[in-house]
């Protein structure tokens, strides 16, 4: 039975019928979208891999951070995952280059409920995204808060914010990271089970 089926199915497409071709044929390979291989998206790249995060200055490890290229090379994922509770649990964002805004977007999302959507680019070797974070500072106490991300010289990664509660008036420095790069979890035998994921 499966034979004679096969051979219709050579019949018909031999006498072109209708539809067939498409239900045969291999599809063929889908191309990203023009602005997900750009140089612009791209330029976020240097923050991709699996880290451990310190506070500056010191060797404490605060927590870990995987950051991956996904979605067809559209998005740059982030997986925070903190050691400590003072860290406020997980979180994680989504950054993606928008060729019609000529700009970076980030949305992040947090263990505790907050959302913050981040615009900026790469300002020479600094990427800078600035975005309202709403009760930053306590409650009713919103701040505009700037990130920046830059390579360092030894391959490690630098992770800095400022805050501003005044509209931008004066700033003053949120947190600042040192990022060590470490091996990729998922080659190591621990699957997902990261370290503090939440």
């Given amino acids: 039975m499966r034979f004679r089926a096969i051979e219709l199915i050579a019949w018909l ?3 072109g019928a209708p539809g067939l071709a498409q239900t045969v044929s291999t599809p063929a390979k889908q191309q990203p979208p023009s602005g997900c291989s750009s140089a612009e ?4 790249d240097f923050w991709v891999g699996y880290w451990e995060v310190h506070p500056q200055g010191t060797d404490e490890v605060v927590a870990h951070s995987l950051i991956e290229k996904r979605y067809g090379g559209c998005a740059i ?3 925070w995952m903190p050691l400590g509770k003072e ?3 997980g979180g994680g964002s989504l950054s993606m280059y928008d060729p019609d805004r000529g700009q970076w977007r980030q949305t992040w999302i947090d263990s505790t409920g907050v959302r913050v959507d981040f615009d900026g680019g ?3 070797r600094i990427m800078t995204l600035t975005g309202t974070w709403k009760n930053f500072a306590g409650p009713g106490e919103d701040a505009i808060v700037r990130m920046h991300y830059q390579l360092q010289a030894d391959r490690e990664l630098r992770q800095w914010a400022e805050s501003s509660v005044d509209g ?3 700033w ?5 990271f040192l990022y060590r790069r470490v091996s990729d979890p998922m080659s190591s035998g621990r699957g997902t089970q990261l370290p503090g994921n939440r």
């Fill in 87 to 89: 860290l406020n649990g």
């Fill in 41 to 44: 998206s791209r330029q976020f």
């Fill in 13 to 15: 497409s031999l006498i």
């Fill in 172 to 176: 003053s420095t949120s947190f600042d």
């Fill in 122 to 124: 790469l300002e020479g």
């Fill in 77 to 79: 994922r982030e997986n």
């Fill in 168 to 170: 931008g008036k004066s």
